[in-house]
């Protein structure tokens, strides 16, 4: 394996393997999808970190993950079906690696995760370095600001690698990123550097024992920065990219005990010039670097620019996915009223409960994967005082290639339990606009949920009204089919083509909370089939479920969303498959429930 | 109103009323119960920016609020019925008072709350002050970090008055209450802020002058302090106490526009000698300042012990409520298996996963009302990877007293539909002792949840096995009690007894993950009453209905559970009555399912 082999290469053939991986990592992206941008700028500290350290006996905690391709290729991983099913995650995982002690997806664990590993550790009397790789966006997540600050007693043999792209920077505006500025850009260290570094060559025996002073004196001047506070001792700035630095430095930093954190600085995209240039555009691609298309976050996108150029008091909020949900259009027309958090998701919507409270209409767009982050803020900020936020829940029921930590299957069963919380779902982009205007009128806290992808428009039977919570899009008699959300629908229609002459009856469920009474009553004593992309427990199924009980009518419902286990990355298609819930499932369901009819 | 009249108090005046505040605080929790220590630690703060600043015009919002009493007599209430059914809230609450701006139960969202006040306010051209008042301990929230860090640019015209009290430094080890310390703490500024004090009279015209000179010269001195670089000027660190000093500064503070951080250290229990001395005992109160009984989290720490002793992988992990969750004894006896995480209940899961990755067996310990701040972490970190991580979910239910902000009737909904995790709730104290000797075996992540308040063991029928999931506690015909929890299965038992010689059997739901599916398949075509103290949306009544529709099986069943609204501060037994959940609910309802019977 080359994690292995590379061992015993020296600092010319490391830098060879590096541009090989570059290579690879970008063919593979061309060919599969994936993140670009940050797995080029891991490269040298990835292939540094596994020439230093012995892993999998040490330990590396990729957070996020989306920086460990490099990683992957390295420990046996070919990438080859990269994000495809049954091929290698796009996140590290346990199930594919020994490498892997982690899953990770989302921002901000990794230094919490490290340090239980440490803990855990101790006990046992181990000497293993925890080394978590983490970028200076998800260091500004809570979870990481918690695990960072809460003790100023960090474990020993405990190595946090801050992979500094500068993605704070295209913010802006972050306060952490001023503070570690600050902690560590000091004017005169730079001169001793630059004078160090014209003066001597690295490779030198004198250059070594220079480079040994340097840190000396970078300790020195950095005593009292933001790191040490935290129980760190700071070692950097280091340029991520030099692969004879980045092995002294953690050479140096594998023979000391104390708790490390290292700085370095690296570019996204690095060495892929495209990436380079514009490393948002190739953060996450699809095959041959496409762009994905998703209607209804532009639709989304589109829409929010309409009804804030009419309405004064609407705003949208976003942590960290403005592209992603929609909202670049927004963010230029209107930058006073855009507000983006960075990885900060319960920031973002107690952000918005506070300008609810202050008169206006924030829409909060999160893809329901991370808004789950905020479930707190969601119960405690918003609901509890029926403050009229409204979310967007982009990326809701199964997300395709990002797979495991990112699907969008948890949101309804934990929203729709929430006292003063309505939540929708839309089956297309046109109907996303009547509910968004169904929401703003009831001036209540409410949730749209959409996934992504291309949707077609269906047409409109009886657009949304107190009156008119669901809609009938196809009448029939014997089996009614309850779809909730724009994928149900369309299959649900689907299968009604497919189970032909038969004629079920379906239904657009376009509110899952509340659900709409009337229509349930009246088709109360059929067979029912509720449909859905979400998980089954505690889902919209089980809202009807209850709804008959309460009402104590007689019920013959088949429940149809996801069963109870994690999804793994492939095509969305193919995870609906996975899951029964495609047209075809749903037909061979109608053709059963007539069967049992006669 | 007072708030109105203190505007023309002079200082000996407000001096005078903070006395008597005081002893109202003191009278009012010893009646009710309540929070004592922070609230007199906050009586001067209070007046002073009550003193300086117009609310409701301008905005005082309280973090956590547990500090709100004082606030709370200054703006017409009188605490009386505090806590009590139809009495004051413990907390800030707008439907109590236009001078409460937000409801605040959890901590570290009052800076997110205000800033997005300014972003609304801004926007309209307002002018007023937003003012924010936190403690140190819920800075180190991550949402409150998350606010602070987000943004280097902090709106203007906003204060946020940090409420040092300490209590960081009661867990002694937090990294961020040494960042701010450092930041403060020069030692060239308090020779020379002694030597002023020594040398002039405070009140005398030159001492007011001086004043403004020393806070121009702690301005210099502090100017790379931590918050300057999160965008606020940094004021501080003033008496808490000292209402003269308060008056001024304020006065100086409402003068200015840029965003502020105003650093006043005060004393827990101020004034108050026994709460001075043990603040952490008078926190939180019963009447006459009794220490609330409570058998689970008693019956919790002692297990943890007995099976820590045993069992060298076993550890507690908790956040900021040791004494609450009953783990006192545990710290003291296992100081390196325990781990305190301060206001920081999402570090706390990820780290405790990366424990049990770490081959250790976390138990981690929260009240159901904090755990949903982890929400996240316990899918992502811990469930997808299955991780044995146990959650000794306290507090679950109806909380009484703390009311809206802190009930325990969400977790069954949030909890039981995620993928690998297990879901108890065991009938006594001796059976979570089964729970937790079963959940360890299965080694899988689980979780127990348990109430507050007293609960006698009800005896054992059968301890739970793989084979027996349920227990019958009282075998019957016709209508089946399906009662999860401890205080449904000992209502259920009640109610049993109040509709005699109707019997019902009255089985104890233990698990309400996995369910027993062997029994609910013997049962199925009874009347059937599914009863828990938790949500009925998506909760133990969802699931039993879920399971019928996917097995097809006929089922006349009726859930009662908690209807979809907050319940408020009131007893818990009250609660239950307003929810009907009491056993006499229940008893009503099975009479009227046997009536249907015959």
């Given at each position: 394996m080359l994690a292995?082999e590379i061992?015993?290469?020296?600092?010319?053939q490391l830098k060879e393997l590096a541009e090989i991986l570059r290579g690879q990592i970008v063919e593979r992206v061309r060919e599969n999808g994936g993140h670009l941008s940050s797995n080029l700028g891991a490269v040298e500290i990835t292939l540094a970190l596994h020439?230093?350290?012995?892993?999998?006996?040490?330990?590396?905690?990729f957070d996020v993950g989306h920086q460990s391709y490099a990683h992957k290729l390295l420990t046996g991983r070919d990438l080859s079906r990269l994000r495809q099913e049954g091929g290698e995650s796009g996140f590290p995982d346990?199930?594919e690696s020994?490498y892997d002690?982690?899953i990770a997806g989302?921002s901000?664990?990794?230094?919490?995760?490290?340090?239980?590993?440490?803990?855990?550790?101790?006990?046992?009397?181990?000497?293993?370095?925890?080394?978590?790789l983490?970028g200076?966006a998800s260091?500004?997540?809570?979870?990481?600001?918690?695990?960072?600050?809460?003790?100023?007693?960090?474990?020993?043999?405990?190595?946090?690698?801050?992979n500094?792209n500068g993605m704070?920077?295209a913010?802006?505006?972050?306060?952490?990123?001023?503070?570690?500025?600050?902690?560590?850009?000091?004017?005169?260290?730079?001169?001793?550097?630059?004078?160090?570094?014209?003066?001597?060559?690295?490779?030198?025996?004198?250059?070594?024992?220079?480079?040994?002073?340097?840190?000396?004196?970078?300790?020195?001047?950095?005593?009292?920065?933001?790191?040490?506070?935290?129980?760190?001792?700071?070692?950097?700035?280091?340029?991520g990219h030099?692969l004879?630095?980045?092995?002294?430095?953690?050479?140096?930093?594998?023979?000391?005990?104390?708790?490390?954190?290292?700085?370095?600085?690296t570019q996204k995209g690095k060495g892929y010039a495209p990436a380079e240039e514009d490393p948002s555009r190739y953060h996450g691609v699809g095959k041959n670097f496409s762009e994905s298309k998703n209607s209804?976050s532009d639709?989304?996108?589109?829409?929010?620019?309409?009804?804030?150029?009419?309405?004064?008091?609407?705003?949208?909020?976003?942590?960290a996915m403005t592209d992603g949900v929609g909202?670049s259009?927004?963010?230029?027309?209107?930058?006073?009223?855009?507000?983006?958090?960075?990885?900060?998701?319960?920031?973002?919507?107690?952000?918005?409960?506070?300008?609810?409270?202050?008169?206006?209409?924030?829409?909060?767009?999160?893809y329901?994967t991370?808004?789950?982050?905020?479930?707190?803020?969601?119960?405690?900020?918003?609901?509890?005082?029926?403050?009229?936020?409204?979310?967007?829940?982009d990326r809701?029921?199964f997300v395709g290639a990002d797979g495991k930590t990112h699907q969008?299957?948890?949101?309804?069963?934990?929203?729709?339990?929430?006292?003063?919380?309505?939540?929708?779902?839309?089956?297309?982009?046109?109907?996303?606009?009547?509910?968004?205007?169904?929401?703003?009128?009831?001036?209540?806290?409410?949730?749209?949920?959409?996934p992504n992808g291309y949707?077609?428009?269906?047409?409109?039977?009886?657009?949304?009204?107190?009156?008119?919570?669901?809609?009938?899009?196809?009448?029939?008699?014997?089996?009614?089919?309850?779809?909730?959300?724009?994928?149900?629908?369309?299959?649900?229609?689907?299968?009604?083509?497919?189970?032909?002459?038969?004629?079920?009856?379906?239904?657009?469920?376009?509110?899952?909370?509340?659900?709409?009474?009337?229509?349930?009553?009246?088709?109360?004593?059929?067979?029912?089939?509720?449909?859905?992309?979400?998980?089954?427990?505690?889902?919209?199924?089980?809202?009807?479920?209850?709804?008959?009980?309460?009402?104590?009518?007689?019920?013959?419902?088949?429940?149809?969303?996801?069963?109870?286990?994690?999804v793994a990355h492939a095509g969305a298609e193919e995870q609906?498959?996975?899951?029964?819930?495609?047209?075809?499932?749903?037909?061979?369901?109608?053709?059963?429930?007539?069967?049992?009819?006669?």
């Amino acid at each position: 394996m080359l994690a292995e082999e590379i061992k015993n290469y020296d600092i010319k053939q490391l830098k060879e393997l590096a541009e090989i991986l570059r290579g690879q990592i970008v063919e593979r992206v061309r060919e599969n999808g994936g993140h670009l941008s940050s797995n080029l700028g891991a490269v040298e500290i990835t292939l540094a970190l596994h020439k230093v350290f012995s892993f999998p006996g040490d330990k590396l905690i990729f957070d996020v993950g989306h920086q460990s391709y490099a990683h992957k290729l390295l420990t046996g991983r070919d990438l080859s079906r990269l994000r495809q099913e049954g091929g290698e995650s796009g996140f590290p995982d346990p199930e594919e690696s020994a490498y892997d002690p982690f899953i990770a997806g989302h921002s901000g664990t990794s230094v919490a995760l490290g340090i239980g590993l440490c803990n855990a550790r101790d006990l046992a009397g181990g000497k293993e370095k925890v080394i978590c790789l983490i970028g200076d966006a998800s260091l500004g997540n809570g979870v990481a600001l918690e695990s960072v600050f809460s003790s100023e007693k960090k474990p020993e043999n405990f190595v946090v690698v801050l992979n500094d792209n500068g993605m704070s920077i295209a913010k802006n505006n972050s306060a952490l990123y001023r503070a570690i500025s600050k902690a560590t850009a000091k004017k005169r260290y730079r001169k001793f550097n630059s004078f160090l570094s014209k003066t001597f060559k690295e490779t030198s025996a004198f250059g070594r024992y220079l480079r040994k002073v340097k840190y000396s004196v970078k300790g020195w001047l950095n005593k009292n920065a933001f790191f040490e506070r935290c129980g760190f001792k700071y070692v950097g700035p280091v340029n991520g990219h030099d692969l004879s630095e980045l092995c002294a430095v953690l050479e140096n930093i594998r023979a000391i005990e104390r708790p490390v954190l290292l700085h370095v600085v690296t570019q996204k995209g690095k060495g892929y010039a495209p990436a380079e240039e514009d490393p948002s555009r190739y953060h996450g691609v699809g095959k041959n670097f496409s762009e994905s298309k998703n209607s209804f976050s532009d639709a989304l996108g589109k829409l929010l620019c309409e009804r804030a150029a009419a309405d004064g008091r609407i705003a949208a909020v976003t942590a960290a996915m403005t592209d992603g949900v929609g909202l670049s259009e927004f963010a230029e027309k209107f930058p006073e009223r855009f507000f983006e958090t960075g990885i900060s998701e319960s920031y973002a919507v107690a952000m918005a409960a506070g300008m609810a409270k202050g008169g206006m209409r924030p829409v909060v767009c999160l893809y329901s994967t991370f808004l789950q982050r905020a479930y707190d803020q969601i119960v405690h900020d918003v609901c509890i005082s029926s403050l009229p936020v409204l979310f967007c829940v982009d990326r809701a029921g199964f997300v395709g290639a990002d797979g495991k930590t990112h699907q969008g299957l948890f949101d309804v069963s934990f929203l729709r339990g929430i006292p003063n919380l309505d939540v929708y779902a839309p089956k297309d982009c046109a109907e996303l606009a009547d509910l968004f205007d169904f929401a703003m009128e009831r001036g209540r806290p409410a949730a749209i949920r959409y996934p992504n992808g291309y949707a077609k428009n269906l047409g409109c039977v009886r657009r949304i009204s107190e009156n008119c919570l669901w809609e009938i899009v196809s009448p029939g008699d014997g089996v009614a089919v309850l779809a909730s959300g724009a994928r149900a629908v369309a299959r649900a229609l689907e299968a009604k083509k497919l189970v032909s002459p038969l004629d079920p009856m379906i239904v657009n469920c376009r509110t899952v909370s509340p659900l709409d009474e009337k229509l349930l009553k009246e088709i109360a004593g059929r067979q029912i089939v509720a449909f859905e992309e979400g998980y089954e427990s505690g889902g919209f199924g089980g809202a009807v479920a209850e709804f008959y009980a309460d009402n104590a009518l007689p019920v013959r419902l088949k429940i149809m969303g996801a069963p109870k286990k994690f999804v793994a990355h492939a095509g969305a298609e193919e995870q609906a498959q996975a899951c029964r819930l495609t047209a075809g499932d749903l037909a061979l369901k109608i053709r059963a429930l007539f069967a049992r009819e006669q």
